[in-house]
């Protein structure tokens, strides 16, 4: 599955190529959040205990347009997205973040119609993703801690699509969408985290959630 879905997406970016001679091309700089949490099977005794994590991203992105107010929009981003977990031990607050950092290329299919100089459109964004991190970073009562996750516990590549709404205004552009991902996020062979993690399906442990982003086009 995840092959397909990674030869259409090396299709869509070298079509978008091939219509760029003819078609209206900018080029663009973009970043903003990731609004993002564990989903999958997770037991109901522990599901309140993961919340949103908020992470970054950023990168160059090309916007191209195309007849009949579509636009194809290629990016390459580097994004960090993860889940907090948030509980009491001994009557002291721990809060662990577990956070991947991953090189991320998606393709948006974006349409919309022109205002002037403003033109709002909705979008369908397939992409993959390849993390190259991942960290646990931990804070219990204030003191915070940082350490470096073994990279063989968690999948190496990921692919997933988003659905949301941007707006251009001159050479901005401000788009929200939300991200889910189809791949998983540990191995089933590999070692938890934590022992909460031992309640979570490793076959269905994905990060999926929002993003919001600010970019510039020329």
């Not at 992409?127 to 915070?144: A, M, Q, R």
């Not at 089933?188 to 399906?201: C, P, Q, R």
Request: proline content about 3%; some cysteine; aromatic content about 12%.
């Amino acid at each position: 599955m995840r092959k397909i879905f990674s030869f259409i997406l090396v299709c869509a970016v070298a079509l978008s190529i091939s219509f760029s001679a003819d078609a209206q091309v900018k080029f663009g700089i973009k970043g903003g959040l990731n609004l993002t949490n564990l989903t999958g099977d997770v037991k109901q005794d522990v599901k309140d205990v993961f919340s949103t994590y908020t992470g970054f991203h950023g990168g160059v992105a090309l916007n191209i347009g195309l007849p009949l107010g579509f636009a194809l929009q290629p990016e390459v981003l580097y994004t960090q997205k993860g889940t907090s977990l948030k509980m009491d031990i001994l009557g002291k607050s721990l809060t662990s973040n577990i956070i991947s950092g991953a090189v991320q290329v998606p393709v948006g299919v974006q349409w919309g119609f022109k205002l002037g100089p403003v033109r709002p459109f909705v979008q369908a964004v397939p992409y993959i993703s390849f993390p190259v991190s991942y960290s646990l970073k931990t804070s219990l009562d204030g003191e915070i801690n940082r350490e470096k996750l073994e990279s063989e516990n968690f999948q190496s590549f990921d692919y997933g699509a988003g659905l949301g709404v941007g707006i251009d205004i001159w050479k901005l552009q401000v788009s929200a969408k939300y991200n889910w991902s189809f791949g998983t996020w540990t191995k089933e062979s590999g070692e938890t985290v934590s022992d909460i993690m031992d309640n979570v399906s490793k076959e269905n442990a994905k990060i999926s959630g929002f993003e919001i982003s600010l970019g510039i086009f020329f």
